[in-house]
């Protein structure tokens, strides 16, 4: 693809009406939400979707999440439900994404589904990520802003190593605060359904609606972002459940490290599983900029646990 100029915006009236202007004139632009910086287009606009693709060099058949300032907004997309609107006003905006079916006349670009006859909608909480939203007043598809497969940007940096040179335009507004996707819930079927863990613990959800959510099976297909079985990867390789490093590898610690248990970096010290969250991609860059394998100590599987252990067994899952 051509190399572009890429823009940096600052999280302020010009920067938002830019990058606006670049959304409209079909562009792409990455821009934070309290997650992970997406990498936005107009969902309405096929070729700009398209480019998505290009500049991450995305699977065609993973479908993306499109982002909107509100649930109003959201049922313009989507034949919404009770356990929708139940979700929505306990965790919007926040980090959870909801499936829906399509209504007629939606408009959305058949790219943003991979085909599929559902939509993935989410309403960001991050204050620059809703502004551009109300700002343009229109759905915007939005992967992780970094190249298919590889780790997830909590920083504009992050998005300016990975993509820089290929989109339009970062709206820079410093780190992300969960650091984790959101916790994708599928509504279309006939029980409410886990499709991604996230940043919002599965436990919060099944709180609010009285009931357990269904497990989606690895093997069923694609039906939300981040179901491929290797994703999120560093270029080296990743062991997981480690009690130590072995020799050439860098340790990634969780938790209190005694003297045999030296790290190189640790996702929380105090073995907050929300500080691990917030931590994890941003260390897995900087260890994977050292270009050593990488061990990574246990991490407890509950709560937002489950989501950081979903993310490291794509990331040291055998590649392609």
């Known amino acids: 693809m051509p190399q572009l100029s890429t823009e940096i915006l600052a999280a302020d009236g010009p920067g938002f009406a830019r990058a606006t202007e670049l ?17 936005g287009a107009d969902a309405r606009q096929g070729q700009a979707v398209a480019a998505i693709y290009e500049a991450k060099g995305r699977p ?13 907004a959201a049922q313009r997309y989507v ?3 009770d356990l929708a609107e139940r979700l929505a006003q306990a965790f919007w905006p926040g980090p959870l994404t909801l499936v829906l079916p ?28 809703q ?9 915007v598809a939005a992967p992780s802003a970094n190249p298919s497969g590889r780790i997830s940007p909590t920083t504009a940096a992050h998005v300016a190593g990975g993509l820089g040179g290929r989109i339009a335009a970062i709206l820079d507004d410093g780190a992300c605060g969960v650091g984790l996707e959101s916790t994708i819930i599928g509504l279309a079927g006939p029980e409410p359904m886990l499709l991604r863990p996230g940043g919002l613990a599965a436990e919060e959800i099944e709180a609010v609606l009285g009931r357990k959510l269904v497990m989606r099976n690895v093997h069923d297909p694609l ?24 020799p050439g590898e860098l340790y990634l610690g969780f938790g209190p490290m005694g003297n045999a248990q030296t790290c190189d970096l640790n996702l929380s010290e105090t073995g907050d599983l929300a500080e691990a969250a917030a931590n994890l991609f941003g260390h897995l860059h ?14 407890p599987d509950h709560g937002l646990g489950a989501a950081i252990n979903d993310r490291l067994r794509r990331a040291a899952a055998p590649r392609d």
């Open 286 to 299: 900087r260890l994977d900029a050292l270009g050593q394998p990488i061990a990574v100590a246990p991490i």
């Open 131 to 139: 502004a551009l939203l109300q700002a343009l007043d229109g759905p």
């Open 79 to 81: 034949r919404w439900n």
């Open 23 to 39: 959304l409209r004139q079909g562009a792409l632009v990455a821009f934070p939400t309290e997650t992970v910086y997406g990498l």
């Open 223 to 246: 039906t939300a972002p981040g179901q491929l079985l290797s994703h999120y990867a560093p270029g080296a390789s990743v062991r997981l459940n480690a009690s130590t490093a072995a």
């Open 102 to 129: 399509l209504r007629d006349g939606h408009g959305i670009s058949p790219l943003v589904t991979a085909g599929l006859e559902t939509l993935g909608l989410r309403v960001p909480a991050h204050p620059a990520g």
């Open 60 to 72: 065609s058949f993973n479908p993306l999440i499109a982002h909107v300032h509100s649930a109003e």
